[in-house]
């Protein structure tokens, strides 16, 4: 997704088109809530995300916002990865 993401910025800046990705964690919703009722699943879930805790849906709404604003307006081709640490090792 990442190299898709850069290649489209690349084509796409000449047309002031920008591109960009959200690159989130596990994000607990309804439709992920039963994989995180099993207690092996979730652990080891967690045991990845140094925050110590599954994703929100909240979580993900301020960089959507960024994104999609005149904040970012010199951003393309980059990913903004919403992990709760997962990456940083």
């Not at 699943?41 to 709404?61: C, P, T, W």
């Amino acid at each position: 997704m990442e190299g898709l993401t850069k290649a489209m910025a690349i084509d796409l800046a000449p047309f002031g088109i920008r591109v960009n990705s959200i690159a989130p964690t596990f994000i607990e919703t309804p439709m992920t809530r039963p994989y995180f009722e099993d207690p092996a699943f979730r652990s080891a879930v967690l045991a990845k995300i140094k925050l110590g805790r599954l994703g929100q849906v909240e979580d993900v709404m301020g960089p959507v916002v960024f994104l999609a604003s005149d904040a970012s307006a010199l951003m393309t081709g980059t990913s903004v990865v919403i992990d709760g640490g997962w990456t940083a090792e």
